[in-house]
């Protein structure tokens, strides 16, 4: 019943994921299987019915494809390094490896359960650049030698403020990488004050707004692009109950 539900619903979505080939098309449905079984016993998401993952989740993940190809750098001898903070379920992070295999995608989860989940879909979907799990927690390891300031892109969904979110990736990017931030209108008119100042005191600037269509409840979403200028001064990150509390 599962296959066939998530079968269907891939089938009518069909139009609207046109962006997949037929090969990411299938590394898709695999993923999404193996998230929709994994989630009957640990909680990857709220909701596992396979419309409500295309629909809220995948969909969701897929609008920031055009914005990292305009941002990303241009072709080096490395792929370009993308991290993904609070990967959870895998969204965008997986979705955005599966979608683009030229780039190599980190994803940080602070939740073992869900880690090993992550490592699962890795080794089920078989990418010419293995995605990378981290368990641990951004605000740490953003102090942390082996990944401060060494990521071209960094994403994060349902993480928190923009306040909060900024200082969480802006310490894990080179300087010239951009941090893509999903928010709503509403969100940001309250709290882009405080992000400014933020930003300003590590380094870094909004670059541009992106607007996207609206989803099915006609939420007005945008993607808030952050540019890191200049390093961010030791201190940044801060530890959790100091960023959380400001």
Known sequence: MIKESLQEALESNRGVLSELDTDKFEKLRLFLNSLIAYNEHTNLVARAEASTLIERHVLDSLTLLPIIR?????NGPEPAGLVDVGAGGGFPGVILALSLPEIKVSLVEATAKKCRFLEQASD?????????????????LGTLG??????????????GT??????????LLKVGGYALLQKTKSQLDQEMNEAEKRLKQ?????????????????????????????QTPEGYPRPWSRIKRD
């Not at 305009?70 to 241009?74: D, I, N, S, V």
């Not at 300031?149 to 994403?155: H, Q, R, S």
């Not at 380094?203 to 945008?222: F, L, Q």
Request: cysteine-free; hydrophobic content about 45%; charged content about 30%.
């Open 124 to 140: 089920l979907l078989k990418l010419d650049h293995p995605m990378s799990v981290i368990n641990g927690r951004a605000e740490e």
């Open 202 to 230: 590590m380094g870094a600037a909004v670059e541009e707004m992106v607007n996207i269509e609206p989803g099915n409840d006609e939420t007005e979403r945008v993607v808030l692009v952050l540019k890191k200028h200049k």
């Open 70 to 74: 305009r941002f990303m750098p241009e």
């Open 162 to 171: 923009t306040a909060l979110v900024s200082e969480l990736l802006v310490p």
């Open 146 to 159: 082996d990944y401060r300031g060494t990521f071209d892109l960094a994403t994060a969904r349902a993480v």
